[in-house]
């Protein structure tokens, strides 16, 4: 994985504006990426805390937050490849975070007032979500902008790095203001993070006027969707992304009211195992381009997720604080397996994608992969209502050896490389 900026010139494709260096665009797109994903990362622990301790919740009610989170997959998912391809990308992406602004900062408003409820963050749970749809579509499409193809492995491991970063240190530092300032008032951070990034955006420079369309959005859908699943490495690729998004949202999902309740494990540590996805990501993004010159990228990806499904086998041995350390281990293996194959499958839909087809390529590939969050969240409180948590955790980690199946009963098995 490189470091540092971008020197190249923006290729020939690019259809952003020329007045500020690529470099500098890189740098300040980065800036607002890394604040942002920094406050979401305290919120993944403040959240689900605020139901819990501030609002008594149920497991199928902490379980029914996360899932209504990332709900916006299924309802966006297809169309936010047209919106995004159809609006401006600066413009829409700073409304985003606006939207974002709000919703957060409406909880601990209400929580002072005296007024919150278990409705307003389910409420604010899908505000976000939806908003995260449009600004995560418009990021996928703007980076290969201004990147060229050559070192788009490189820089997409830099950015798969830099989240994982605040994927690790945002947990830890959420559950120590958890303990400081309450979930409620941790949730502040994140709402000014989407102000700092907000701004950032806002001072980069537009895209090019996009051209109006007279093909009907139904269509535009339809062919990004025809493109996908009938192509011979990206269609298994699709479903191989769907088991695993699954399987590791039900986990995240279980992960804090097991801890909780299950295990007796005290807020500060639930941050910290939180953390250890982080830390998986940060070695994910490093071994991930060594892994695929030495080994191929396809056989890279089919290793990498037997790897990190066999390690998520660990995370139910933890059964009170003392054996914590099985959930960590696992978590970060399941981690590192995960972000090793999103960094190599999302650089080959870069790549391989025609530009004009780009956005409505991610749009699908996240509408089917991303919209089994939810599902994975919904069906793992179901399954930990009706057996126990011990049980269910037991059961979606298990199922996390669906991924890597997909992968070795489809044509891949016999390939070193995707492309």
Request: proline share 5%.
């Given at each position: 994985?490189?470091?540092?900026?971008?020197?190249?010139?923006?290729?020939?494709?690019?259809?952003?504006?020329r007045?500020?260096s690529?470099?500098?665009?890189?740098?300040?797109?980065?800036v607002a990426t890394?604040?942002?994903?920094a406050g979401?990362a305290?919120?993944?622990?403040?959240?689900?805390?605020?139901?819990?301790t501030?609002l008594?919740?149920?497991v199928?009610?902490?379980?029914l937050?996360?899932a209504?989170?990332?709900?916006g997959?299924l309802?966006?998912?297809?169309?936010?490849?047209v919106?995004?391809?159809?609006y401006p990308?600066?413009?829409l992406?700073?409304?985003?975070?606006?939207v974002?602004?709000?919703?957060i900062?409406s909880?601990?408003?209400?929580w002072?007032?005296?007024?919150l409820?278990?409705?307003?963050?389910l409420?604010a749970?899908?505000?976000?979500?939806?908003?995260?749809?449009?600004?995560?579509i418009g990021?996928?499409t703007?980076?290969?902008a201004?990147?060229e193809?050559?070192?788009?492995?490189?820089r997409?491991?830099?950015?798969s790095?830099?989240?994982?970063?605040t994927q690790?240190?945002?947990?830890?530092?959420?559950?120590v203001l958890?303990q400081?300032?309450?979930?409620?008032?941790?949730?502040v951070?994140?709402?000014?993070s989407?102000?700092v990034s907000a701004?950032?955006?806002r001072?980069l420079?537009e895209?090019?006027a996009p051209?109006?369309?007279q093909?009907?959005?139904?269509?535009l859908i339809r062919?990004?969707?025809?493109?996908?699943v009938?192509?011979?490495?990206?269609?298994?690729t699709l479903?191989?992304?769907?088991?695993?998004?699954?399987?590791c949202s039900a986990?995240?999902?279980l992960t804090?009211?097991?801890?909780?309740?299950?295990?007796?494990t005290?807020?500060?540590?639930?941050?910290?195992v939180?953390?250890?996805?982080?830390?998986g990501?940060?070695?994910?993004?490093?071994l991930?381009?060594?892994?695929?010159?030495?080994l191929?990228?396809?056989r890279?990806l089919?290793?990498?997720s037997?790897?990190g499904?066999?390690?998520?086998l660990l995370?139910p041995?933890?059964?009170s604080?003392?054996?914590?350390?099985?959930?960590m281990?696992?978590n970060?293996?399941l981690?590192a397996?995960v972000v090793?194959?999103?960094?190599?499958?999302r650089?080959?839909r870069?790549?391989?994608?025609?530009?004009?087809?780009?956005?409505?390529?991610?749009a699908t590939t996240?509408f089917?992969?991303?919209g089994?969050l939810?599902?994975?969240?919904?069906?793992?409180?179901l399954?930990?209502d009706?057996?126990g948590?011990?049980?269910?955790?037991?059961?979606?980690?298990?199922?996390t050896?669906?991924a890597p199946?997909v992968?070795?009963?489809s044509?891949?098995r016999s390939?070193?490389?995707?492309?």
């Amino acid at each position: 994985m490189t470091s540092g900026e971008s020197t190249t010139e923006v290729p020939e494709h690019s259809r952003f504006g020329r007045t500020m260096s690529p470099a500098a665009i890189f740098r300040r797109f980065w800036v607002a990426t890394t604040v942002s994903g920094a406050g979401s990362a305290i919120t993944m622990v403040a959240l689900p805390l605020v139901a819990l301790t501030v609002l008594d919740a149920s497991v199928f009610e902490v379980t029914l937050l996360n899932a209504a989170g990332q709900a916006g997959w299924l309802v966006l998912g297809l169309p936010a490849g047209v919106i995004v391809q159809r609006y401006p990308l600066r413009g829409l992406q700073v409304v985003m975070d606006v939207v974002r602004l709000a919703a957060i900062g409406s909880i601990p408003l209400a929580w002072w007032l005296g007024g919150l409820t278990y409705t307003h963050l389910l409420l604010a749970a899908l505000l976000v979500g939806f908003a995260n749809v449009l600004f995560d579509i418009g990021n996928a499409t703007f980076l290969p902008a201004i990147v060229e193809k050559k070192e788009l492995n490189a820089r997409n491991s830099l950015m798969s790095g830099t989240h994982a970063v605040t994927q690790t240190g945002g947990p830890s530092a959420g559950a120590v203001l958890v303990q400081v300032m309450g979930p409620v008032g941790a949730l502040v951070l994140d709402a000014v993070s989407y102000l700092v990034s907000a701004i950032a955006l806002r001072t980069l420079p537009e895209r090019t006027a996009p051209q109006k369309s007279q093909v009907s959005p139904g269509r535009l859908i339809r062919e990004g969707w025809n493109f996908v699943v009938r192509h011979h490495v990206m269609g298994p690729t699709l479903v191989w992304a769907m088991a695993t998004n699954f399987f590791c949202s039900a986990i995240l999902a279980l992960t804090p009211v097991y801890l909780v309740r299950a295990a007796d494990t005290p807020a500060a540590l639930v941050g910290v195992v939180l953390a250890m996805d982080g830390l998986g990501a940060v070695i994910g993004s490093a071994l991930a381009t060594r892994l695929a010159r030495a080994l191929g990228t396809a056989r890279a990806l089919i290793v990498a997720s037997t790897v990190g499904s066999l390690t998520a086998l660990l995370i139910p041995l933890t059964t009170s604080s003392g054996t914590i350390f099985y959930f960590m281990i696992g978590n970060a293996g399941l981690s590192a397996g995960v972000v090793v194959g999103s960094i190599l499958t999302r650089t080959y839909r870069q790549t391989e994608s025609p530009p004009e087809l780009l956005s409505r390529v991610m749009a699908t590939t996240r509408f089917v992969s991303w919209g089994a969050l939810p599902l994975g969240a919904a069906v793992s409180g179901l399954v930990a209502d009706a057996a126990g948590l011990s049980p269910a955790l037991w059961l979606v980690c298990a199922g996390t050896l669906t991924a890597p199946l997909v992968l070795l009963l489809s044509p891949l098995r016999s390939r070193r490389d995707l492309g």
